[in-house]
């Protein structure tokens, strides 16, 4: 085995990891990936050692590490953190009812840079953001503020591959959707990255030279309601909406704030490092 398919076997090994929760075992790691059980246990080994999973009680397997606690906040070091970032998602996810995030555009990608959420309402985790662009909300706020010749070339790029039953795979109908978020300035996905999952997000801009600059947004999370029930995403549509536009507000303010670039840990529902 070559170095590099070392590496990307070990990351392959840490994603399943991270998506079973609470603890996933060898066996079923080598299952879901297909690899011969010797194998698993040599990267699940080399990645105990490095402090990127550990192991847990026998009937549990193995769960992450504490390094990627770390790895996570540099990441978001390098991105200016709006001042009361914890607080203002705490309001937002209370308002809404829903769990919340605040996501930084960087180049064509996405980072999370923090969430507020609960057992009861909690927000997806996205591993990987090329190739999920067009179907998540947040990802159709990037996409309708790029220019065609940008955005095609993210589309070239990911393809529009289907994640979930509703996922748009149609440039046409893509660019039809992104035409109405663009007169919305508000974005939707309607359980299109997962099936039972549907997104709202509201655009995060900060003033330029050359005029308002897409920098991020804010979004809420809740289930996939059969004939728009009591919860659905239709059911409380203002209620969401409000709750998203006023934290996207709140936050474009903070940004201007020129100590808005170091962690915020302060005020109800802060988001802690580490």
């Not at 064509?108 to 179907?135: K, N, Y």
Request: hydrophobic share 45%; aromatic share 4%.
């Amino acid at each position: 085995m070559s170095a590099l398919s070392s590496v990307h076997r070990a990351l392959q090994v840490l994603e399943v990891v991270a998506a079973a929760g609470d603890g996933i075992s060898a066996k079923a790691v080598a299952r879901r990936l297909e690899y011969n059980l010797s194998t698993t246990y040599h990267l699940l080994d080399s990645l105990v050692t490095d402090g990127y999973l550990v192991r847990l009680e026998a009937t549990r397997g193995f769960g992450l590490g504490p390094k990627l606690p770390a790895l996570h906040d540099r990441l978001v070091a390098q991105l200016p953190v709006p001042r009361g970032l914890g607080g203002i998602l705490g309001e937002v996810h209370g308002h809404a009812g829903a769990g919340a995030l605040y996501a930084a555009f960087r180049d064509d990608d996405v980072v999370v840079v923090g969430h507020d959420d609960c057992a009861e309402h909690p927000v997806p985790v996205i591993s990987q953001w090329r190739g999920a662009l067009h179907a998540t909300a947040v990802g159709k706020l990037w996409l309708a503020e790029s220019g065609a010749p940008a955005r095609r070339a993210i589309l070239d790029r990911d393809g529009l591959p289907s994640h979930a039953y509703r996922t748009m795979t149609d440039v046409e109908a893509l660019e039809r959707e992104l035409d109405g978020v663009r007169r919305r300035d508000l974005a939707v996905d309607r359980g299109e990255f997962r099936e039972r999952l549907a997104c709202m997000a509201a655009p995060v801009r900060v003033p330029s030279v050359e005029g308002p600059v897409l920098v991020g947004a804010v979004a809420v999370a809740v289930p996939v309601v059969p004939a728009g029930g009591p919860g659905s995403i239709a059911d409380r549509r203002d209620r969401l909406e409000r709750a998203v536009r006023e934290g996207a507000r709140r936050l474009a303010v903070a940004l201007q704030d020129p100590v808005s670039t170091g962690w915020d840990d302060g005020g109800p529902g802060a988001v802690q490092r580490g």
